[in-house]
């Protein structure tokens, strides 16, 4: 009879402390899950968070399948760090305005100097701008070579006897279309986007890369950000960060293609 009564109280006990809001070691029971929530999830605010990268290159599967080692090593070891990332397609004319107001985390771009109070990877991703033609068409034997190319990239040095006539475009797929029905006689261009057009009449002209251009993730200077860049470069084998590179390209291009 004793053990009953002892039951009964215990078990009024128990009630009274959960109408107070206590668990039975006496303190407040959302203490005591925050307490827990605490020990068993110390991670940091900015673990989860994506870095939001600005590109006008679509770093995409399709992509990934016709890029080039490096290429593809870089995009790879990129999307592997412990915060996600998420490319998102812009014109380069905005990659200052949204860095520096903070809309965007980083941006692809060649010359560090044009963003203020910012970081940047040493690791880059190089790609090598070169002139494209038609099968069966031979580039030295025309008096004149008509070349498309994107309206924002610089006019360089071709080295043909023949004399050059450009002509400006809005995007690669005019390119491609003007050159497949004959418009054109060559178009500057990397040789991972045109893969992806899968157009087999279109060949690489035997000439050496036009424009390099050699990119490095440009990031806000904040200290997540920081870890973040100093954490790429260390998965690419690079163990310091550096604060602005010297222009190793002919061309500086800035806008990409």
């Known amino acids: 009879m004793k053990r009953v009564q002892n039951a009964v109280l215990q078990l009024h006990r128990k009630r009274e402390l959960k109408h107070q809001g206590k668990c039975s070691s006496g303190f407040p029971c959302q203490y005591l899950v925050v307490l827990f929530g605490l020990l068993c999830?110390?991670?940091?605010?900015?673990?989860?968070n994506p870095v939001r990268?600005?590109?006008?290159?679509?770093f995409d599967a399709n992509w990934l399948a016709h890029a080039l080692p490096d290429q593809r090593k870089f995009v790879t070891r990129l999307r592997a760090q412990k915060r996600p990332?998420?490319?998102e397609s812009l014109p380069y004319n905005r990659f200052q305005e949204i860095l520096e107001s903070g809309e965007i985390d980083c941006v692809m771009g060649s010359k560090q100097a044009d963003f203020k109070n910012s970081i940047a990877t040493q690791s880059k991703i190089r790609f090598e701008l070169r002139l494209f033609r038609r099968e069966g068409v031979d580039l030295r034997s025309l008096p004149v070579v008509n070349v498309g190319i994107l309206a924002n990239l610089p006019r360089p040095h071709v080295p043909l006897s023949?004399?050059?006539h450009w002509h400006d475009l809005r995007n690669l797929d005019q390119a491609v279309e003007l050159l497949v029905a004959g418009r054109l006689d060559a178009i500057v261009g990397d040789v991972t986007n045109i893969r992806m057009y899968g157009r087999t009449e279109i060949v690489q002209a035997d000439l050496p890369p036009v424009i390099t251009v050699n990119l490095s993730l440009i990031?806000?200077?904040?200290?997540?950000?920081?870890?973040f860049v100093g954490g790429f470069d260390?998965?690419?084998g690079v163990s310091s960060l550096r604060q602005s590179q010297p222009d190793e390209s002919r061309y500086t291009v800035m806008n990409g293609w």
């Open 41 to 48: 999830f110390p991670v940091s605010a900015h673990a989860e």
């Open 162 to 164: 023949s004399e050059i």
């Open 219 to 227: 990031c806000r200077n904040t200290e997540p950000l920081r870890e």
């Open 85 to 87: 990332v998420i490319f």
């Open 234 to 236: 260390s998965s690419m």
């Open 53 to 58: 990268i600005a590109s006008n290159i679509g």
